[in-house]
């Protein structure tokens, strides 16, 4: 096998030592599979031969960014790994349209630092921005904060270019593989909307008693367009932040209705924000876990973080919970989860890990677009759900 890759992407970009293998068969969800091989494409010829290959053979091809997602998405069972690291061009940044044409290996902070030179930005810029590339961003349909108001990173894409799993080589105009976790199709690059770096934002912090409170302040905040962010954090973990022990909103407006004006007042409440994750870990929860829910659901999550103490913060008005546990995959959230209809995944996606909880609507999504695409289940094969 290894013979027969090297004569399509080169001697240096074929690997199949023991440990070179092992590096590979595992991602951040601490899931161990196997790799075949792993090779390093850098054309989409390179990359459409190893599809003609896997069909031919029956072989799964597993596409993979920096493998730090934490839900075994990138887990090769037995597969060929297609590590994108050679698709590292940005080709074009428009500033006078307004759109970058940018390889899917890209890491995703190495572009944002080329935008901010020109007072530009992406519409998403993930938390994990120097660990996440070009290709996962549009895999697992990223957000961040300002979602709130923007929207996810499917609603600014403007086209992806892709292989499918049969070795078809297309423009995906309809986006279709957007938020699919790489099942059915390999992403070379993509066509994204680009901004003006936001001017003028002004923000607030408020505190409530109780969960019933806070959800209601969470309704009514929900009506103000001006919001760009609004973000909860629990009072156990309002507390590692050295805030007061409560629940609290943080909201970032674009307009002045914020009572901080100030742009270093502004700036340390949502670096305490973005500090959320490094200090439960400090405190012995470094687990992040996702969930989406509405209404009841919500007031159900809260109110049993916080009898067990467990530190929580989320993108509250996107109904988006991230709980963090002293250990992976904890069951126990997984099960109330279950018992009150929550969404088992709000942002981070599904993988191997939380396969059981896929809902019906993503399963016949995924179902639709295997069998138009990649009917022999080459693409992250196992992953989301099984296609049979
Ligand atoms: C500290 C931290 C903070 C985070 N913050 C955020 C956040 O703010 N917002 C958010 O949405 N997520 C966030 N996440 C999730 C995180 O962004 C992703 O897990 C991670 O970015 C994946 O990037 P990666 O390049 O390592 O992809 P991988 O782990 O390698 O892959 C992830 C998925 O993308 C697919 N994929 C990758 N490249 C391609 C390609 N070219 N074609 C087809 N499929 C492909 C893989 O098959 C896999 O399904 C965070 C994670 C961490 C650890």
Sequence with gaps: MREHFESIVGIQAALDNPNDLLAYSYDASGREGKARIVLFPSTEEHIRKILTYANRTNIPVVPRGLGTNALGQVVPEN?????MARFDRTHTVNLKEGWVHVDAGVVVSDLQHILEKHDYTLPVTPQSITSTTIGALLATNQLDRRSHKNGRIKE????IEIIDGTGKHFVDGNKEFIGMEGCGAII?????????????????????????SLLAAVDEYAQDLTILSLEYINP???????????????????????????????QAIWDARARAWDVAAE?????????????????DIISWCDEIDIPLAGHIGLGILHPFFEKQE??????????IGAEASGQFGYGLVKKRYVSDHMKSKLIKL??????????????????V
Excluded: W
């Design 79 to 83: 597969a060929i790994v297609i590590d």
């Design 188 to 212: 070379l690059r993509a066509k994204i909307q680009i901004y003006p770096r936001p001017k003028k934002l002004t923000s607030t912090q408020k505190t409530y008693d109780d969960v019933t």
């Design 156 to 159: 600014h894409v403007l086209s």
């Design 370 to 387: 295997k069998d138009e695409y990649d009917y022999n289940d080459i693409i992250n094969r196992g992953k989301i759900h099984d296609y």
């Design 236 to 266: 156990t973990l309002a507390k590692g932040l050295g805030m007061q022990a409560k629940h609290t909103l943080l909201i970032e407006y674009a307009s002045e209705k914020g009572e901080l004006v100030n742009e270093e007042q502004q």
């Design 283 to 299: 405190n012995g929860y470094p687990y992040i876990e996702d969930c989406q829910a509405t209404g009841e659901q919500l007031y």
């Design 330 to 339: 904890p069951q126990d959230f997984y099960h109330l989860l279950e018992s």
